[in-house]
C-alpha cells in the first residue's frame, strides 16, 4: 500500500530531525573504541555532552545546508550546487570544530575561485553521506534526480567515485525508506549498485549473511574487522550504517544505539542511522526527549522543524542559515568547542 501524502511529509521531515538526534547523542563517544565508550557512558540511550543535554556537529549543519539548497533550488541541479557551495563558504566562516581535511580543502578552493564541480579534492571520507539522506528523501520519488543532486552534491568536496557511490546507497536507502516505510528489500537493491565496487559489494554480501544469521551489529562489525569501532573511511560507514538501519528501521533508539556501540566516528553514523530512520518511520517516530534535549542556535530545533517541515511539503521558504547567522554561530562554536575540549580532557582520566 502506497503512503499517504501526510506519511510522506512526516518521512522527508524525519530524515533532517532524525538526523540530527542521532548526531547529538553519538557526539560525545565519537572516537571512542566499543570498549571505552561502553566504560564511560555505561546505561541506557540519553543525551551526555553537557548536563544530559547535546549539541549538534557538522553532520546536521550540512544536512540544514543541503535541505536549504534544495528548497531554492529543487529543479536546477547547477543551481543547487552554487547555493551549496556559497553555504559551505559562509559556513566556514562560523570556524566550524572538527570540520574534516578533505571538506575544508574543497572549501578553500571554494574560496580561491573554483566552481563547485570543480572544487572537490580525492578523498573516500565519509562526509558526501552527512548530505544524503536529506537528497534521498526529497527525491523519493524520482530517482534520476536523486542520482544528479547526490553527484553534484559529492564532487563540491569529494571527487573519489567511493564517496559518491556510499552516499547515493545511503540516498537511496532514505528514498526506499519514504516511499515503503520499511527497509524490505533494500539490501538486493543495494547489492545491484554495488556491483561495480568490489569492496563495497563484499560487506553488504556480509550484512546479507548476518541479517539472515540474526547477527548483532557488533558481531558484523567484526566481521568486517571494524571491532576497534567504525572510522570515517566510506566503505566502513555506509555498510554499517545500512545493517543497523536495516535490522531496526523503525525503531529510531535501537537502530541509534546499536551504531554508536560500535565505537568510532559515532556522531556521523549515528547522525545517518537517524536520518534513515527518521525517513522510514517518521520524524513522530523520534522520541521527543531526544529533541528536546538539544540545546542548538542559532539553527535551533525550531528552526531545523521549519526546514523540515518546508522542505517536506516543498513551500519554497528562504533559510538562509549563512551570512545573517555567521555571529551567532561563532559564539555557538566557540562554547561548543571549550565543550568539546572539555570533554577530551575528561577522556584522560579513568576508566580506561
Same mark, same amino acid.
Request: aromatic letters at 6%.
Given at each position: ?98 570540520? /574534516? ?11 580561491? /575561485? ?11 571520507g565519509n562526509g558526501p553521506a552527512m548530505r544524503a539522506s536529506v537528497i534521498g528523501a526529497v527525491f523519493h520519488d524520482d530517482e534520476r534526480r536523486l542520482r544528479h ?19 547515493? *546507497? ?10 515503503? /516505510? ?110 528536546? /534535549? ?36 561563532? *559564539? ?8 568539546? *575540549? ?11
Open positions: 500500500m502506497s503512503a499517504s501524502r501526510a506519511e510522506i511529509e512526516d518521512r522527508v521531515a524525519g530524515a533532517v530531525l532524525g538526523g540530527a538526534a542521532g548526531d547529538a547523542l553519538g557526539l560525545p563517544m565519537e572516537g571512542l573504541s566499543r570498549r571505552r565508550a561502553h566504560r564511560m557512558f555505561p546505561g541506557p540511550l540519553r543525551h551526555r555532552l553537557l548536563l544530559n543535554r547535546g549539541m549538534c556537529s557538522d553532520d546536521t549543519e550540512h544536512a540544514c545546508m543541503t535541505a536549504a539548497a534544495l528548497l531554492r533550488h529543487p529543479n536546477h541541479v547547477a543551481n543547487f550546487a552554487q547555493a551549496m557551495g556559497w553555504k559551505l563558504r559562509c559556513w566556514l566562516l562560523g570556524i566550524p570544530a572538527g570540520i /574534516g581535511l578533505a571538506t575544508l580543502r574543497a572549501i578553500l578552493r571554494l574560496w580561491l /575561485g573554483l566552481a563547485p564541480n570543480r572544487s572537490g579534492v580525492p578523498s573516500a543532486f547526490i553527484r553534484a552534491s559529492t564532487r563540491i568536496t569529494h571527487t573519489d567515485a567511493r564517496a559518491k557511490r556510499g552516499a547515493l *546507497l545511503i540516498a537511496m536507502a532514505a528514498a526506499h525508506g519514504v516511499r515503503h /516505510g520499511s527497509a524490505d528489500g533494500f539490501l538486493d537493491v543495494a547489492l545491484r549498485e554495488s556491483a561495480r565496487q568490489d569492496e563495497l559489494h563484499h560487506f553488504l554480501k556480509l550484512a546479507n549473511d548476518h541479517l539472515r544469521g540474526g547477527s548483532t551489529p557488533s558481531a558484523f562489525a567484526h566481521a568486517i574487522d571494524l571491532s576497534r569501532g567504525v572510522t570515517g573511511y566510506i566503505n566502513h560507514t555506509v555498510p554499517v550504517a545500512l545493517y543497523c538501519w536495516m535490522r531496526s528501521p523503525r525503531a529510531f533508539e535501537q537502530a541509534v544505539g546499536d551504531c554508536i556501540g560500535l565505537g568510532g566516528d559515532t556522531d556521523t553514523t549515528a547522525a545517518i542511522v537517524g536520518a534513515l530512520v527518521g525517513a522510514t518511520a517518521g520524524a513522530s517516530a523520534i522520541p521527543q526527549r531526544f529533541l528536546d /534535549g538539544l540545546i542548538e542556535f542559532p539553527r535551533s530545533v525550531k528552526w531545523m522543524r521549519r526546514l523540515a517541515g518546508d522542505l517536506a511539503t516543498r513551500r519554497q521558504q528562504d533559510h538562509r542559515a549563512t551570512v545573517a547567522f555567521v555571529p551567532a554561530l561563532l *559564539l555557538r562554536n566557540l562554547l561548543f568547542l571549550m565543550i568539546v *575540549l572539555a570533554h577530551g580532557v575528561r577522556r584522560l582520566l579513568p576508566p580506561y
